[in-house]
């Protein structure tokens, strides 16, 4: 659910505002935070106060429902605005935050998806915002929307004392390793996408796989769902279409690794752990 504001609600609002301008975030010049603001102080947003939403709290934030959080999409318009910047979403997500992570990953999948819902998928009719759940609704064919979720595996696999990670090809200009990951296929149960990705991407049998936790990732929005496994045979043979490099590596001399805030870094701290 995520409703639009009344005016006089807006007049007193103050909160945390999540302004996206295509798959930028609005920020003070200088900072990785979100925004902390009376929306009197926001006067260069102001023609969009009939478009202003409030982001419905999370229970799961470490920080409780303390501050409202307001969204606005400006979508493709620029705004030049002194002492206001805009930074790429994975600036914020990554700032340090678990808060700021959920916060801004959640906010921006429900942009995406009013963005992408436009139109009714069947008929092909404008569609409207629903305003007691999130969705979006077509008054011709009754088709309604939810926000997609797109499950993904991600699985650190472990033998011995080693670890055993990749350089994506998305990584190729950064000495980055990371543990392997990739879509969940329709009609396959988690576990099997588990080893099917692992054989294609590395060409190793692995086994004891074990449920870790979950996390969701706003690009655009997926759902990871980490596991940990061993190695169970196998060389490794790399699918060049997604991967660069992988190798094992011995769990005293790692390479750069992502953060711990994300799931990745989560998993190949377990495994650290583990042993
Ligand atoms: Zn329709």
Request: include cysteine; charge should be negative; aromatic fraction near 10%.
């Amino acid at each position: 659910m995520m409703k639009n504001i009344t005016p006089s609600q807006l007049a007193g609002a103050a909160g945390q505002w999540l302004i996206f301008a295509k798959d930028k975030v609005l920020v003070e010049a200088g900072t990785t935070s979100i925004p902390h603001k009376p929306w009197q102080e926001l006067d260069f947003l102001h023609h969009y106060a009939s478009e202003v939403r409030v982001l419905p709290p999370l229970v799961a934030t470490t920080q409780g429902a303390a501050l409202p959080v307001y969204l606005i999409d400006i979508g493709a318009e620029n705004i030049e605005q002194p002492k206001w910047e805009a930074v790429p979403l994975r600036t914020i997500l990554m700032a340090g935050s678990d808060d700021a992570f959920s916060i801004a990953g959640r906010a921006w999948q429900y942009i995406h998806f009013l963005r992408t819902h436009r139109f009714c998928g069947q008929c092909g009719a404008v569609t409207e915002q629903v305003d007691w759940e999130m969705a979006v609704h077509c008054h011709d064919c009754h088709h309604r929307s939810y926000p997609r979720i797109s499950p993904c595996i991600i699985v650190a696999i472990y033998h011995q004392d080693s670890i055993l990670l990749a350089k994506s090809v998305r990584h190729k200009n950064v000495n980055l390793y990371s543990t392997l990951a990739g879509f969940v296929e329709s009609g396959e149960t988690l576990e099997h996408a588990v080893h099917r990705e692992v054989m294609e991407e590395v060409g190793v049998k692995i086994k004891n796989l074990s449920y870790f936790g979950s996390q969701p990732w706003p690009f655009p929005h997926s759902l990871m769902a980490g596991y940990l496994a061993e190695y169970e045979s196998g060389d490794i043979v790399i699918d060049d279409n997604e991967i660069i490099d992988a190798k094992w590596f011995k769990l005293s001399d790692l390479p750069p690794t992502p953060p711990t805030l994300s799931i990745a870094g989560q998993l190949i701290e377990a495994v650290i752990k583990r042993k």
